[in-house]
């Protein structure tokens, strides 16, 4: 069995005491209600306290549950409910494209896979969920970056590789691409990630018109395209998957 950090266990006993009280607490009740020695107690809350995960209150000197735990728990529970929210409406994209669909946020300078619906068919795939896609070739990490200034801003501290030959990795050049992605509510990479695939994206929004994610189908070359231009009754399909999604999170019609 692999060992623990002792120091980590600590952190997560105080964040607990702090999170089952009805008040503030001092560093006397900390240390005691944990065992510690004060100058331990101290010396973890302070770490905590500089990494906004505990406040301190300037006038009784007591500590309290910082900012950055609701900002975390805010995050969790809107990915679950992005997820929550789209399932039915992937399967019903999978189901009339007839390609994989993929539901996408943003995480670590990447896009993390959240929900992925196989292709209906019966040949052998695998489920990506947990995955990450790179921001500036693929569909979902275009639309992210269109529409979340965050993912904007990651973009240029990204790894920008060159998968294939059509990969665009300037920035100047991204830039032009993303005033199309905003200019026409959607993302495309065909054959900018992987040799043979295309895809299309497009954003998810929710109740304060603020960009959660992005859901968007894969497939093959030959079916996602016709006559070298993606299949427009395709790009509806998605648009469509993203505005029902982003209407059950409250967006509203838009």
């Not at 101290?42 to 995960?53: A, K, S, Y």
């Not at 994610?213 to 996602?224: D, F, L, M, S």
């Amino acid at each position: 069995m692999a060992r623990t950090i002792q120091s980590l266990e600590r952190a997560a006993a105080m964040l607990r005491l702090l999170a089952g009280g009805e008040r503030r607490l001092g560093l006397s009740d900390v240390a005691s209600a944990l065992g510690l020695a004060k100058g331990t107690a101290h010396g973890i809350l302070r770490t905590l306290q500089q990494e906004g995960f505990v406040e301190q209150d300037p006038a009784s000197g007591r500590y309290q549950l910082g900012a950055e735990l609701l900002r975390l728990g805010n995050s969790y529970l809107d990915v679950h409910e992005l997820r929550a929210r789209a399932l039915v409406w992937a399967d019903d994209l999978a189901r009339s494209s007839g390609e994989s669909v993929y539901l996408g946020v943003l995480h670590q300078q990447g896009v993390l896979i959240i929900h992925h619906v196989f292709r209906p068919d019966d040949s052998r795939q695998v489920l990506e969920v947990g995955a990450m896609q790179p921001l500036h070739s693929t569909a979902l990490g275009k639309v992210l970056c269109a529409y979340d200034p965050v993912a904007h801003s990651e973009l240029a501290d990204s790894a920008r590789e060159a998968f294939t030959d059509r990969t665009v990795t300037g920035l100047a050049d991204l830039e032009g691409v993303l005033d199309l992605t905003r200019a026409r509510g959607w993302a495309s990479d065909v054959e900018e990630t992987w040799a043979g695939l295309a895809s299309i994206a497009a954003p998810i929004h929710d109740r304060r018109r603020m960009p959660v994610g992005a859901v968007g189908i894969t497939g093959a070359v030959e079916r996602v395209c016709e006559e070298g231009e993606l299949r427009a009754q395709l790009v509806a399909s998605v648009r469509d998957c993203a505005r029902a999604v982003s209407r059950d999170l409250g967006a509203g019609r838009f």
